[in-house]
Each structure stands twice: as C-alpha cells, then as structure tokens.
C-alpha cells in the first residue's frame, strides 16, 4: 500500500509509534518523526529512517515552517509522557501544529481503561467512566483532543487499544516478563491466573492506524483482537514451548469470580475492513523463540517475520 499522504508521528521512538514508523517504512509511506531533544532515536535509524525532527517547543516557528514544505496530510500523536500535565500541554500544542500546518486530521492513541468497566464485548458507545489514572488521563485526552479538533474544523480520531504488545523489548507486558523468567531458569511470580484478556499485536495497530489515515476515518474505534484469552492457557502454552509443566497451587478465587474483557471491532472493520493478522498465539511462540534461543533479531529481519505473519 502506497497512500503517498505524509504523516507526521509524535513519539516515534516510543512503543506504538515506533511500530508505526517500521509500517510505514515497509510500505512506502512518506513519514516524519518528531522526538524529543533527548531522545534515543537508534530504533528508528535501524529501520533506516532518518527523517527525524528533534524538539521539545511543537509550536517553534522554524519548526512549523519546516514541516509545512512537505504539506503532511495527517497528525498521529502517540507521545506520552509520565507527567500528565506535560501530556495535556503537549496534545493541545500538538493539534495546534496540525492545524498550523494544514493537516487534514489528527489522530489520537486511547485505551480499553477509559471504559471503566471491564467486560467481554466492549463497544464504542459504552459509557466511559474510568477507573484507573491512566483511563482517566487518556479519556480526558479524547475529550480535550475531540473538542479542540472540532473548533479547528480539523478531522479527529481517537483509537482505543486492548493491551498492546511485540517482540520487542516490552518489560511491561505481564507475558515478556513471564517469558524472560522461565528463559533465565528462574520461578516466575504468577498473578492474575484467573483473567481471560484481548491482546492487540503492536504491528496490528500500526496498520490499522494507516488504514484509518488512508480512509480519512472520524471517530472512536476499538483496536484489540476482538477475543479475549484465558491467562491459563496462555501460560500452559508458553511453558509447553520451553518444555516445562506450569504447577502452580489453587488459587482461592472461584471460577465465578473470573476476570475477562474484549472490544469488540466491528466498527473498525465496517469502515476499512481491518483485522488483526497476528494471533496472540503466534506473537508469544516468536518471544519464546527469542528467548529460549537468545537470538535477536535485526530491524530487518524483525520487520519480515511480522509481514510473514500478516500474509
């Protein structure tokens, strides 16, 4: 796919847009990544990309001017930073400099945390009423993002993710952290036995995001695999790889008392007819096999394992 629209990438060393880079990249899509002024941006020159802005002022007029002589068409914001009155300064600064280089439409990166409630089947117009710091932020980013947008006559989308995850470095993904245990031959800390989550491959969201770009789409959409899976046997298939049994005492929750979320991704799918193409089967055999083998692969050879999966 070739859309041949310039998209500007925040955070593009980041986990989701880092992975968004890499996808443009595979398909030929003119990008520009802005980073931060200390940023490491090793990531993105192994994937040979190079047109890197670095900048901490959005709103700098040689920055604006910069960008504008390559007329971008569309803004994915995916910085994010721990501090979330930097969050809330950088996205309005950041829709600012969408419209002040005549992007057509900004994209946001949500979470299933601003629904609140945590249930099978999830759709967009579920009241949100967000139980975590995180979903609040991130919902507050929606409506502050939606409303702006709106007052600039700029197009707006915002993507809700189920838990991302790749096989690159991830120490905060519950599953890498389980993997690289075993791999060390230690005994993982296991909690959360009784969950049954919806996982959404990095890469799935990449394309997803470009999807929506190419389809000038407005709105929220849910991006997640549509299922959610038992940690259970997620586990048992993992320590089956490294050829091991997973004993593990009996939990006192009852099964009743069993954890489970999905969204659900019909809107997505009805609007640019998108699925995820990486099963979470396939993502954790490639981290076991990384692991159990301590073979890391190369940008490259990374990128052609992922579009070996897609195909």
């Known amino acids: 796919m070739y859309m041949g629209k ?3 990438v925040t955070g593009a060393n980041g986990f989701i847009g880092s992975h968004l880079i890499t996808e443009l990249v595979a398909t030929n899509t003119p990008a520009t990544a802005i980073v931060k002024t200390s940023s490491n941006t090793e990531i993105l020159k192994k994937n040979k990309f190079y047109n890197i802005i670095k900048t901490d002022k959005y709103l700098d007029p040689s920055l604006i ?3 504008s002589i390559s007329k971008p068409e569309y803004f994915v914001h995916c910085a994010w930073d721990k501090n979330n009155i930097i969050n809330s300064k950088q996205t309005i600064e950041a829709i600012e400099l969408a419209k002040a280089i005549n992007c057509k439409g900004f994209i946001t990166i949500g979470t299933f945390e601003e629904y609140g409630e945590i249930k099978k089947n999830l759709q967009e117009d579920q009241l949100c009423d967000p139980k975590t710091d995180f979903g609040n932020t991130k919902y507050a ?3 502050t993002s939606k409303s702006i947008c709106k007052s600039l006559d700029t197009r707006y989308c915002h993507v809700r993710l189920s838990i991302p995850y790749s096989m690159r470095d991830n120490e905060e993904f519950f599953f890498t952290r389980i993997i690289k245990s075993i791999s060390r031959g230690e005994q993982p800390e296991i909690n959360n ?12 969201i990449a394309r997803a995001i470009i999807g929506l770009v190419e389809h000038q789409a407005e709105g929220v959409f849910n991006l997640g695999s549509g299922d959610s899976i038992s940690t259970k046997i997620l586990l048992n298939m993992i320590y089956q790889k490294f050829g091991k049994d997973l004993k593990i005492k009996e939990a006192i929750e009852e099964n009743n008392n ?3 979320f999905s969204l659900n991704t019909n809107k997505i799918y009805s609007k640019i007819v998108w699925k995820p193409s990486i099963s979470i089967w396939d993502g954790l055999s ?6 159990k083998f301590n073979s890391k692969p190369s940008m490259e050879e990374f990128a052609d394992r992922i579009r070996n999966l897609c195909r």
């Open 6 to 8: 310039r998209i500007i």
């Open 65 to 67: 001017r910069q960008l």
């Open 141 to 143: 980013m929606y409506l």
């Open 193 to 204: 036995f009784y969950t049954s989550k919806d996982y959404i491959h990095a890469s799935d």
């Open 258 to 260: 069993l954890k489970e």
């Open 286 to 291: 490639l981290l076991v096999h990384e692991n």
